[in-house]
C-alpha cells in the first residue's frame, strides 16, 4: 500500500539516482511497464465479492490495482473465506478483517482501529496539509510582525531618549532645589536686614528734622545698603573719620556751652558796670567838682570829702579790676570764638569728606549692583551652555582640557561655526557616542565577568577531576576487596572451584579483580562480569548467562558474603536461599552462615535439614483449624521432624 508507482522502470531509476544524491532515505517504485497482471476468476456467489470492484481509481493505475488487489476478495464470514481461498487460489478476508491467505495461514482477531496503517497516513496527509497552511500562516504573521517590531524598537529608542531626558532633568532639579532653598535664605535673609533698615530709617527719619543741612546726605546714606564692597583699609578710614567727627562735634558743643557762659558773664557785668558802678562813678564826679567848687566849712565836711575820696578811689580800683576782668573775658570769648570757628571749619571739613565717602559708597554700591546683574546673566549663560552640553551627551576627556588656554572670543567664534554645522547633521543619532560609551563599559564589564566565570569554571573543573579521581580510586578499592572476597567465599563454597569477578569495559576486553594500579578513570567501564568454574581451578570458566539455576543462586549468596565482609549489615534475612542448591552446596552455605553469624544476626527460612545443623534457635509457623498463623520457639528436633514430615507429603 506504501510503494510508490511509476510509468516505467527509467523512471524509477532517475529518481533513485536522485535520492542517493540528496540521501533523502529508501523507497520501494513499482513501475507499471513491468507489471504483468493475469486474469483471475472469480466465484461467481453472492457470498464473495471481488475487492478491487469496491475500489475507485484512475484507469491508468489498473494494473497497479490488479496487482496489488486483484487476487483478493471479501466474504460473509471465515468459513467461506477458507473454502473459496483453497477452491480458487485467492486470498480472502472477512467483513470483520479476518484474513485467509491462499497458500494457507490464516490471521485475524481483534483489531485495533487506533493503529490502522491507512488511518495513519490520512492522519499524516491531514497533519500535513495543516503544517503547510500553518507555516503559510507563520509566514504571514512573520511578515506582519517584522514592521511592528521595527517600530517597537523605534518606540523603545524613543523610551530610551525620554528617560535619558528624564534622568537628566531630575539630576538637574536636585541643584535647582538647592539654589532655589540658597535664594529663599537670602531672601528672608533680605527681608531681615530690610526690617531693620526701616527701622533705622524710622529714627534716621526722626533725627533729620534737626539735621536739614546733611538731610541730602544721610538720605544716601540710608537707602543705600550696608557696605559690603569696602576693603579694610577704607572701613578703618571711615571709622577713624567717625571717631573724629565725633569728637569734633563734642569740643564745638563744649566750645559752644562755655562761650554762652562767657557771654551771659560778659553782658551781667556791662550791666552792672552801666548801670551800678558807673552811675556811682558819674555821682562822685559831681559831688567832687561840686566839694572843689564849694569852700571848705568845717571839719565835717572835710571828713565828709575825706569819705567821699576813699569811697572813690574803692570804685575807681573796683572798676578798673572790673575793667581787667571784661577785657580778659572778652579776650576768652575771642579765643572760644576763634576755636569754635576753627571747630567749625573742620566740622565742615569732615562733613564734606563723609559726603564724598557717601557718594563714592553709593557709585561702589551700582558698580556692585551692575556686576551682580552681569553676573546673573553670565551664570544664566553658563547653565545654557551645562544643558547643551547634556544635550550633546558624554564628552570625551581631551574636551576637558584641549580648551582651557583659548580665548573666549575664538571659542565663540569655533562654537558658532559649529553650530552651523551641526545643523547639517539634524537627524544624526546625538547619543551615539554615549550609546558607544556605555556599551563599551558593559563589554568590559562582561569581559572582566567572562574571565571570573572562565576562572571559577577551572577551579569546578579542577574539584570535579579530584572528586572523578576520589570517586575512582573508591570504587577501584571497593571493587578490588569485593572481589578478593568472593574469590575466597566461592573457594570455600565450591573447593574443587574457582570464582572470580571481571571489570567490564567499553571495549571488547576485560580485566582481572587484581588489576595493576595506576589505571585510568572508570568511565571506561560498563560493569562487572562473574566467571566461575565449579569443576577445575585453571579452566576459563563459565558466565553467569551459562549457568543453571541452583549455580546462580550459589554464585549470589557467594556475592552477598563478599559484600558482608567488605562492608557488614547489622542483619541479614533469607528466604528459602537453599532451595535450589545441592545437598553439598547447603552444607556449605550453612557453615559459611554459622561463620559470619559472629559479626551479624542471620535470619533464615528453609525446607531443608542442613541448615537445621547450624542453626542456634528455631522457630515454627503452624496454621490451626481456622486457618490462623502462630509462631512460637521450637527445639531443633521438631523442627528436624517438622521438615522430614514435609518431605515425605511432598
Not at 575793667?323 to 575771642?334: D, N, P
Amino acid at each position: 500500500l506504501f510503494h510508490v508507482v511509476v510509468d516505467t522502470d527509467e523512471t524509477a531509476t532517475r529518481v533513485l539516482k536522485a535520492m542517493l544524491e540528496e540521501r533523502v532515505g529508501r523507497v520501494t517504485f513499482v513501475p507499471l511497464n513491468r507489471l504483468r497482471v493475469k486474469e483471475v476468476q472469480y466465484p461467481d456467489v453472492e457470498e464473495v465479492e471481488p475487492l478491487i470492484k469496491q475500489l475507485e481509481y484512475d484507469p491508468k493505475f489498473e494494473k497497479a490495482f490488479q496487482q496489488v488487489f486483484g487476487k483478493t476478495c471479501v466474504c460473509k464470514d471465515l468459513a467461506l473465506a477458507s473454502k473459496y481461498a483453497r477452491s480458487h487460489d485467492l486470498n480472502t478476508i472477512t467483513i470483520e478483517g479476518d484474513k485467509v491467505d491462499r497458500k494457507g495461514a490464516i490471521s485475524g482477531g481483534y483489531h485495533d482501529v487506533r493503529r490502522s496503517r491507512m488511518d495513519a497516513i490520512g492522519t499524516y496527509r491531514h497533519w500535513k496539509t495543516r503544517f503547510v497552511e500553518e507555516s503559510e500562516k507563520s509566514t504571514k504573521l512573520k511578515a506582519e510582525i517584522t514592521p511592528l517590531e521595527q517600530e517597537i524598537t523605534h518606540l523603545s529608542g524613543e523610551i530610551q531618549i525620554d528617560s535619558s531626558k528624564r534622568m537628566r532633568l531630575l539630576d538637574s532639579r536636585e541643584p535647582l532645589l538647592k539654589e532655589l532653598a540658597t535664594v529663599q535664605r537670602q531672601k528672608d535673609q533680605l527681608e531681615d536686614k530690610l526690617a531693620k533698615q526701616r527701622t533705622e530709617m524710622s529714627a534716621l527719619e526722626t533725627e533729620l528734622t534737626s539735621l536739614q543741612a546733611q538731610q541730602k546726605g544721610y538720605s544716601d546714606e540710608i537707602g543705600a545698603p550696608l557696605s559690603s564692597s569696602l576693603n579694610a583699609r577704607e572701613m578703618k578710614e571711615l571709622q577713624d573719620l567717625v571717631k573724629t567727627v565725633d569728637k569734633l562735634k563734642t569740643s564745638l558743643a563744649e566750645a559752644q556751652s562755655k562761650a554762652t557762659e562767657l557771654q551771659y558773664r560778659k553782658d551781667m557785668l556791662e550791666v552792672e558796670l552801666s548801670e551800678s558802678l558807673r552811675k556811682k562813678r558819674d555821682e562822685l564826679e559831681g559831688v567832687l567838682e561840686r566839694l572843689n567848687d564849694a569852700p571848705l566849712d568845717d571839719s565835717s565836711d572835710t571828713a565828709t570829702v575825706e569819705a567821699r575820696t576813699r569811697e572813690l578811689r574803692t570804685l575807681e580800683s573796683s572798676l578798673s579790676r572790673f575793667a581787667g576782668e571784661l577785657q580778659a573775658e572778652e579776650e576768652r570769648i575771642e579765643a572760644a570764638s576763634a576755636s569754635i570757628a576753627a571747630d567749625t571749619k573742620e566740622l565742615e571739613k569732615e562733613n564734606q569728606a563723609q559726603r564724598e565717602d557717601g557718594r563714592a559708597l553709593s557709585k561702589q554700591q551700582k558698580l556692585t549692583e551692575r556686576y551682580l546683574a552681569k553676573r546673573q546673566i553670565l551664570t544664566a549663560r553658563k547653565d545654557e551652555c551645562s544643558r547643551n552640553i547634556r544635550d550633546l551627551g558624554v564628552l570625551p576627556e581631551e574636551a576637558f582640557e584641549k580648551y582651557t588656554k583659548e580665548k573666549s572670543e575664538r571659542l565663540l567664534k569655533k562654537l558658532a561655526t559649529v553650530n552651523e554645522n551641526l545643523k547639517k547633521f539634524g537627524h544624526v543619532n546625538k547619543k551615539a557616542f554615549e550609546q558607544y560609551s556605555n556599551f563599551t563599559k558593559q563589554r568590559e564589564q562582561l569581559r572582566k565577568r567572562r574571565e571570573d566565570l572562565e576562572a571559577s569554571a577551572k577551579s569546578i573543573h579542577a574539584l570535579m577531576a579530584t572528586l572523578d579521581q576520589r570517586k575512582d580510586e573508591a570504587i577501584e578499592r571497593t571493587f578490588k576487596q569485593v572481589s578478593k572476597y568472593f574469590e575466597e567465599v566461592f573457594e570455600k563454597l565450591v573447593p574443587a572451584g574457582r570464582g572470580r569477578l571481571i571489570m567490564q569495559k567499553n571495549i571488547d576486553e576485560t580485566q582481572d579483580a587484581d588489576m595493576e594500579e595506576g589505571v585510568g578513570s572508570v568511565d571506561r567501564y560498563t560493569g562487572v562480569a562473574i566467571k566461575v568454574s565449579f569443576n577445575s581451578k585453571v579452566d576459563e570458566g563459565l558466565r553467569i548467562q551459562q549457568l543453571s539455576g541452583g549455580q546462580k543462586s550459589l554464585v549470589a549468596l557467594a556475592t552477598v558474603f563478599a559484600i558482608q565482609k567488605c562492608d557488614p549489615a547489622p542483619f541479614y534475612l533469607f528466604d528459602e536461599i537453599d532451595a535450589n542448591l545441592d545437598a553439598q552446596y547447603r552444607t556449605a552455605v550453612a557453615s559459611m552462615i554459622h561463620e559470619l553469624s559472629g559479626s551479624a544476626q542471620f535470619i533464615t527460612t528453609t525446607f531443608r535439614p542442613e541448615m537445621l545443623q547450624k542453626a542456634d534457635k528455631f522457630y515454627g509457623v503452624m496454621f490451626d483449624n481456622q486457618k490462623v498463623s502462630s509462631i512460637r520457639s521450637i527445639t531443633r528436633q521438631n523442627a528436624a521432624d517438622f521438615i522430614e514430615h514435609e518431605t515425605l507429603v511432598q
